[in-house]
C-alpha cells in the first residue's frame, strides 16, 4: 500500500498531525501498535489545557503551549468536544514558596500568557474556601477537557478527511531512504509504503529512529501515578490547584485535578523507571498521593479512591539530570523526510495542534502543498459530551455514569468507523460506562451482552485492551 505520508501513532499528537496533512492533496496512513486510539499517555494524563507558563521562555514547549491553549477553545469547539474554562491556582503554602511563585508569574508574563495575577489569601478563599494558601499564582487561561474525547475526536476528524488508520500494527521495521520508505508492521505483517515518514511514537520515538539509524535520541520513562476520588467530593473542588513546582522534579508536583464528570484526580508522582511499559500503581507511592493531596484540600481520605492509574512521561532527560528538555519537531539530517517528535511530554496534549501546524510547515518547507476543496474543518460525528446527558426513556446500561444502550451502540460504531479494534477500554474510554464507583463491576457484562445481541460480537473474543486480556475464559451454559 503506497502513501505520501505515515504518522507512526495515534496518540494525540499523530492524529492531530493527520487531520493537519488531510487538508492537501496527500494520501496519509496512521499505524498504531495498541487496538485503538488514546492507549498511550494521551489516555493517561491530567487533562488539563496549560496556559504556559511553567515552559522556559524561548522554548518551542512555551510557544506552543500559549498558542495551544488560547486556539483550545476553537479546536474543543471544531472537534465536538467539550473545553471547561475553570482557571487554575498555584498556591504557596509557606512563606519560602513565594519567591519561586513569583519567578513563575515572571517567566508567565515573559511567555505571554494572558490572565495571570499573583493573589493573597482573601482571593484565594474567595476562589475555593477549602484552600489554605499565604499566596497563590491564578491562570485564568488555564481549563480541563477530556483526553479521551479528544484524542478519539482527533482521529475521527482525520478518519472523515480519508486519513487511513491501521491499529493493532506495530511498526517493527523502515527500510528504503527519504521519499521511498518501506515500513514493515504487525503480525500478520503489512507493508506501507510512504515518502514522508513521521515519528509520533510517544515513548517509543527513540526505537522508532533507531530503525532508521537515527540513535541521537534516548527516552527515559519517568512515571506519573495518580488517583480518582469518588465523585461525591467533585463539589468541594472548583480549579484545578498545584503546589508551586519544584525545578528539579521534572514535573508539575502532585495537584488536584476537577474532572469534568465530577471526580476529583490527585497526581501525578514523579517515577523514573527502567520499563516503558511498566504502568503500575505502588502502595507506597499512592500514600504519598494522599498525603501531598491533604496540602491543598485537608479531608481527602484514602477510602475516597475508586481508582488509580498512571502515565509515562517519554523524557528526553535523565533521573541526574531532572527538569525538562524541550519537545524534538524536527527532519532529521540523517534520514530526509523523516520528521521526529520527541520528548512530547506535559503540556503535549495542548499543544497538539500547533506541534501538527509545525510538522505541516516542515513538509511545506520541501514540497508544495495543494489544498483540498472538500477538506471538512469540522467533525461531523456526535458531540462526545452527549455521553454524559443521556436521552430520556432509555435503557440504561452504566448506573453510575448514566450511560443509555444507545451511547454504548454509538461508541461501538465510533470505533469501528475508524478501523480500530473494539475493545471494553475503548467502550469505556468514549462513554465513561464502567468508570464509575463501581469501575464496571454492574455494567461490563451488560456491555458484552448487548454488544453481542445488537452487533454480532464474539464475548469469548472480546477483550479489555488486547489480545492478552480476554474478558472471558468459556462459557458455563451453552
Ligand atoms: C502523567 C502525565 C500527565 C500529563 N498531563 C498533561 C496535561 O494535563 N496537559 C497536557 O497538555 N499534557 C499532559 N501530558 C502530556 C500528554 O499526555 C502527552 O504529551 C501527549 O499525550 C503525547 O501524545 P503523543 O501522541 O505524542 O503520545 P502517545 O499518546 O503516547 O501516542 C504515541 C502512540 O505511538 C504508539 N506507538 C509506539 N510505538 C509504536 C510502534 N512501534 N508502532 C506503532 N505504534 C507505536 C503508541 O502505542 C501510542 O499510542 C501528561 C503526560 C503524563 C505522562
Redesign the pocket.
Known amino acids: 500500500m503506497r502513501f505520501d505520508v505515515a504518522v507512526?501513532?495515534?496518540?494525540?499528537?499523530?492524529?492531530?498531525i493527520a487531520g493537519k496533512l488531510a487538508a492537501y492533496k496527500l494520501d496519509i496512513a496512521v499505524?498504531?501498535?495498541?487496538e485503538d486510539?488514546?492507549?498511550?499517555?494521551?489516555?493517561?494524563?491530567?487533562?488539563?489545557?496549560?496556559a504556559g507558563f511553567n515552559n522556559k521562555p524561548g522554548s518551542l514547549m512555551a510557544q506552543l503551549?500559549v498558542m495551544?491553549c488560547q486556539g483550545f477553545p476553537k479546536v474543543a469547539s471544531d472537534l465536538g468536544i467539550e473545553f471547561r474554562k475553570t482557571g487554575k491556582l498555584v498556591m504557596a503554602l509557606r512563606e519560602e514558596d513565594i519567591p519561586p511563585l513569583v519567578r513563575l508569574y515572571e517567566q508567565g508574563l515573559a511567555n505571554g500568557v494572558q490572565g495571570l495575577a499573583i493573589v493573597g489569601p482573601r482571593e484565594i478563599k474567595e476562589i475555593n474556601g477549602n484552600f489554605n494558601g499565604v499566596r497563590g499564582l491564578w491562570s485564568e487561561m488555564t481549563g480541563v477537557f477530556d483526553?479521551f474525547a479528544y484524542?478519539a475526536a482527533l482521529a475521527e476528524h482525520a478518519a472523515e478527511n480519508g486519513v487511513r488508520f491501521f491499529f493493532g500494527?506495530?511498526?517493527?521495521e523502515i527500510s528504503g531512504g527519504a521519499g521511498d520508505f518501506r515500513i514493515k508492521?504487525g503480525d500478520p505483517a503489512i507493508g506501507i509504503e510512504a515518502r514522508w515518514v513521521i515519528n509520533?511514537?510517544?515513548?517509543?520515538?527513540d526505537?522508532?529512529c533507531r530503525l532508521v539509524g537515527i540513535d541521537d535520541y534516548v527516552i527515559h520513562p519517568?512515571?506519573?501515578e495518580?488517583h480518582i476520588l469518588d465523585q461525591k467530593l467533585g463539589r468541594h473542588l472548583n480549579v484545578p490547584v498545584y503546589p508551586v513546582p519544584n525545578d528539579r522534579m521534572g514535573?508539575?508536583g502532585v495537584h488536584l485535578?476537577p474532572q469534568l464528570a465530577g471526580n476529583i484526580m490527585i497526581?501525578?508522582s514523579a517515577e523514573y523507571i527502567g520499563d516503558k511499559d511498566d504502568f503500575a500503581d505502588e502502595a507506597a507511592v499512592m500514600d504519598q498521593l494522599i498525603a501531598e493531596g491533604r496540602e491543598l484540600i485537608p479531608f481527602i481520605e484514602k477510602r475516597h479512591i475508586i481508582k488509580s492509574f498512571?502515565?509515562?512521561?517519554?523524557k528526553l532527560t535523565s533521573a541526574k539530570q531532572g527538569g525538562f528538555a524541550d519537545f524534538v519537531i524536527e527532519e532529521s539530517e540523517k534520514a530526509g523526510r523523516f520528521i521526529v517528535?520527541a520528548g512530547?511530554?506535559?503540556?503535549?496534549?495542548?499543544?497538539?495542534v500547533p506541534i501538527a501546524e509545525k510538522v505541516k510547515d516542515i513538509i511545506a518547507g520541501k514540497e508544495a502543498l495543494i489544498r483540498r476543496d472538500d477538506y471538512r474543518p469540522k467533525r461531523s460525528g456526535p458531540r462526545s459530551i452527549d455521553g454524559l446527558n443521556p436521552e430520556k426513556g432509555c435503557n440504561i446500561i452504566c448506573r453510575c455514569e448514566k450511560i443509555s444502550e444507545r451511547q454504548i451502540l454509538d461508541a461501538f460504531d465510533r470505533i469501528v468507523a475508524i478501523g480500530a479494534i473494539p475493545t471494553m477500554k475503548g467502550i469505556r474510554n468514549r462513554t465513561r460506562a464502567g468508570m464509575g464507583r463501581c469501575q464496571g463491576g454492574f455494567c461490563a457484562i451488560r456491555i458484552v451482552e448487548l454488544l453481542e445481541k445488537k452487533r454480532g460480537i464474539d464475548p469469548l473474543r472480546f477483550c479489555w485492551n488486547g489480545p492478552e486480556s480476554m474478558m472471558f475464559a468459556g462459557r458455563t451454559r451453552p
Not at 500494527?169 to 517493527?172: A, F, I, L, Y
Not at 511530554?345 to 497538539?352: D, F, I, M, Q, V
Open positions: 507512526i501513532g495515534a496518540g494525540a499528537v499523530g492524529n492531530a499505524i498504531e501498535k495498541e486510539t488514546a492507549f498511550g499517555n494521551s489516555g493517561r494524563n491530567s487533562g488539563v489545557v496549560h503551549c495551544g483526553p484524542t500494527k506495530q511498526v517493527t508492521a509520533s511514537a510517544g515513548l517509543y520515538a526505537e522508532i519517568c512515571r506519573g495518580y514535573g508539575l485535578t497526581g501525578p498512571s502515565g509515562i512521561r517519554p517528535l512530547i511530554e506535559s503540556p503535549g496534549l495542548t499543544c497538539a
